[in-house]
């Protein structure tokens, strides 16, 4: 059975820093493409980051610089670093995997809430 289970959500004030992580069972990151999405009220959830089985990643043009994304083998876990994080921002965080080859294959996390204010 697969399971990411989200970690790390919080409050953090401007220009601070939050890693969040996504614990996962039952999937193998080499036919996995690992991301992270948010989603603010009312918007639809846009793709942050992503990391391909090939350590490949992509970030979006508007986290670029501040944020950064790695997975941990061994622990089957993957984070999304944040830096500098924008002031005045409430995002619902959410960790996915997509199989590279089963487009069905495609799982989230339960999801993690980032605000960030002073």
């Known amino acids: 059975q697969v399971q990411l289970v989200e970690s790390g959500g919080g409050v953090v004030r401007p220009g601070g820093s939050l890693r969040l992580s996504c614990t996962t069972s039952?999937?193998?990151?080499?036919?996995?493409?690992l991301a992270w999405f948010r989603q603010d009220s009312g918007k639809e959830r846009e793709l942050v980051a992503s990391?391909?089985?090939?350590?490949?990643?992509f970030l979006a043009d508007s986290v670029t610089g501040r944020f950064a994304i790695s997975r941990d083998f061994t622990l089957n876990t993957f984070y999304l670093q944040m830096n500098n994080l924008k002031p005045k921002k409430t995002y619902d965080y959410y960790c996915?995997?997509?199989?590279?080859?089963?487009?069905?294959?495609?799982?989230w996390g339960q999801g993690a809430q980032v605000t960030v204010s002073s």
């Open positions: 996915n995997a997509q199989h590279r080859f089963v487009r069905t294959a495609n799982y």
């Open positions: 039952g999937i193998a990151y080499n036919l996995y493409t």
């Open positions: 990391i391909r089985h090939t350590g490949d990643t």
